[in-house]
C-alpha cells in the first residue's frame, strides 16, 4: 500500500526542519545575532564551541564563516543622567557607564571611586550551571559580594567601617508597620544573630517553610537535569523546539501554567489575604485580632504568614510582580535566593557579556579553523537592527536604509515585543522583489479554504486576504507572551542621603540594609526595594515601578539629597516607551506561559525547498521565566539547534543528507 500523497509532503517537511543546508561541502555559513546582552554572548560562544569541535566527518574545517552580533548599547543612556546641579549640592561621584558594552536589563554604573553599582539583575545563584561555567573559562571573571559595590569597595573598606554598616532586611506594611521586623536580635553579636535567626523563621513560618523549602528543592534538582539533556547531543528527545517541551521533560510544564496562589494552594501554604491587594483595613494588632478561634496560628506568639510576607516581598522585589501576576515556577526561582549561596560579578555583572564573546573568538582563535582568518570571526557591532527582509535564499539585515549584510541564520536574542523590528519577505518565484510581505513568525497554516482559516485563528474575514500565494491568509497570530509588554521598573541611585529612619517607625541604628514591601507596603510607598549601598557614603539604591517624585524623595532622603542616576524599564506616560520597554515579562498568572518555538521561521519549510534562510528566537524562553540563567539556558538550547541545522551534530541514527533524501 503506498503512502498518501499529504504524509509523503509532511515527511518531506519534517526532514528538512531537523536537517543541514544543502550547499557545497566546502560553503560556510553567516549568522547574525541581533541583541548582544546575556543571551546573545551567550549563544554565540556556544556556536563557536559546537562549530570547533563538530562532528561532520566529510569537513575538517569549521562552518561558520563569521558571527555578527548587533546592539545599541552601551547602556545607560547618557539621556537618562539627572543633572545634580538641580539639587542642593552638587554631585561629586561623577557617575558614568562603562566604557565597555552592556545588555538591556543586565547593566551596571561606575562611580567615580570605582564603586559599581547594578542597575538590573543584581544577584546570581551559586547553582546557576551556565553563568558559573562562563566565569571559569575567564579568569578575570571573579565572585563578589551580592549586590555590593563592586571589587574595589571591598578592597578599601575596614573592618571598622564594616561594622558600621547596617545588615539584614525587613518587610515593610507602610503606614510605619513592619510584617518582618528588620532589626530582630539586634542586641546579640553576630554570632548569635547568625544562630536565632534562622531558628525564629522556622518558629515563625512553621510547616509552611519546609513546604516550600521542599518544592524549591525539587525544582532545583529539575533544573540539574536541564543541564544533562542540553549537554546531551546524542539523543533526539535532547532537542527541545521550544521552551514548554523542556518544562515538560523536567516536570515543571504545569508550574508553568497556574499562578503562584494556586500553586501555594496545592502546597498546602497558609494564606492571609488582609495582607493583600494593598489592602488597609486595619493595622497588624487587628488583623490579629480577626483571626477565627480555630487557626491555631492566632494562639502561638510571633506567628507570620509566608506566603503573604517573605514570598510575597521577593517577587515584589525581583519581578514587581505579586503572586496572582507570577506563574508557579517563576515564584519558585524568585524564591530559590532565599536559601542559596548569592554572589554577583566583581566589577559588574555585565562583564559576563564582553567575556562570553571575547571567549567565543578565543575557541576559534584556537583552532584550526581560525588561523586563515584575517577578521575576528565574531564581532560585535554597535548597530540598531530595524528590518530583516527574507528571501529564498539568505536574510538581510538594515539599519534603517543601511544594508549590513546578508546571512543564513537570524537570531533574535531581545524581546519580540521590545526589538521595534519589521520582519518582512520578498515576493517570491521572481515576482517583482520591491513587494515586501510580513514574514509569518509564527508559523503557517495549509492553504486550505478561507472558512476553515477563520475558524482555526479565531480571526475576523478582514484578516482572511489573498497573499502572494495566490490563497487565503494563513499566518498564525503571535502569541499574547511574544506581543505583552514587559512589566516597568525604575532603577534611582541616591548620594548624600539623610535616611528617614521615622519615616519607617524605626532608629537610625535599626534600619536593615534592605527594605522588602508587601503589596500595601508598595501602593503606599511607591518603591518596590530600598538598599543602603553604604552609610559612609550615603549612598542608596531604590527599586520602584514609576520614577519618585521630589515630595517622596525629600520625604525619605532628606532635602540635600542627589539624585545620581536614574535607569527606566518601559513605564512612563509615553506610550512607545511603555510598549516597548520593560525589566521582565508579565506573566499574568501563567495565562501568558504558552511559548513561540525557538525556530521562528524557516525558509525551507516555508518554500518546499531542500535549504533556505532560518530566524530563532532565543527569548522564546522567557514566557515563563526570566533570569539570568533562564537567558543562557534558552541561548544553549537554540544555539544547539541551529548546530544541528548546520550539520554540527546531531542524534545518533538520525543524521542524513539532503542529497539522501
Known sequence: MKPSVSCLHCLFLLLLSSSSFAREDNQQYRI???????????????????????????????????????????????????????????SSWGSAAPKEYQGSRVSSLILSDGSVIELGASIIYSGNQLVVDMMAGDSALQKGAPMGLGKKQQQETTQSTTSDEP???????????????????????????????????VWRYNIDYFRLRSAVKQAIHAFDVVYDLLNNTEKEVTYFNNPMELWDAIGLKPLASISFHDFLDELGLSRDESLEHGSSSGGIVEKAMRRSWWDWRSWLPCMGCLRSELVTAMTINTYNQDLNEMNGLVGLVAYVPAGGDLFS????????????????????????????????????????????????????????????????????????????????????????????????????????????????TQTSSKHAVNNEHGGRSFAHPLLPSATTPYTSVVTTIISNVTLNSTHFGLTDDQLPRSILVSERGKLLEGITTLTILSVEKKLVKTFSTEALDDQTLNSLFGPYHVVEYIQKWGGGSSSEFSQYGGATPSFRGGRNSESLPYLLYDGAVHWSKSSGPALYYVNAIESAVAAIEISAIGAKSTAKLVARRLGLISPIGTSFTHEEL
Open 345 to 456: 560579578v566583581e566589577g559588574g555583572n555585565y562583564k559576563l557579556i564582553r567575556s562570553a564573546i571575547q571567549q567565543a573568538q578565543e575557541i576559534y582563535d584556537q583552532s584550526n579553523c581560525g588561523s586563515s582568518q584575517t577578521l575576528p570571526r565574531v564581532k560585535r557591532h554597535q548597530k540598531t537592527i530595524t528590518t530583516v527582509i527574507t528571501t529564498e535564499d539568505s536574510m538581510e539585515l538594515l539599519s534603517n536604509n543601511e544594508s549590513l549584510g546578508e546571512y543564513d541564520i537570524v537570531i533574535l536574542a531581545a524581546p519580540l515585543q521590545m526589538s521595534r523590528i519589521k520582519f518582512l519577505m520578498r515576493s517570491p518565484m521572481g515576482m517583482d522583489p520591491s513587494i515586501l510581505h510580513e514574514m509569518p513568525l509564527a508559523g503557517v497554516h495549509d492553504n486550505v479554504d478561507s472558512e476553515d482559516i477563520i475558524d482555526r
Open 32 to 90: 547574525a545575532i541581533i541583541g548582544a546582552g546575556i543571551s546573545g554572548s551567550f549563544t554565540s560562544k556556544y556556536l563557536a564551541e559546537y562549530d570547533v569541535h563538530h562532528r561532520n566527518k566529510k569537513r575538517t574545517d569549521c562552518f561558520i564563516d563569521r558571527i555578527d552580533l548587533f546592539d545599541v548599547s552601551p547602556p545607560p543612556d547618557d539621556n537618562l543622567l539627572v543633572n545634580a546641579t538641580s539639587k542642593a549640592v552638587s
Open 167 to 201: 545588615s539584614g532586611f525587613g518587610i515593610y506594611h507602610g503606614n510605619r508597620e513592619w510584617l518582618l521586623s528588620p532589626n530582630l536580635f539586634s542586641r546579640y553579636p553576630p554570632v548569635i544573630q547568625s544562630i536565632l535567626k534562622p531558628l525564629y523563621f
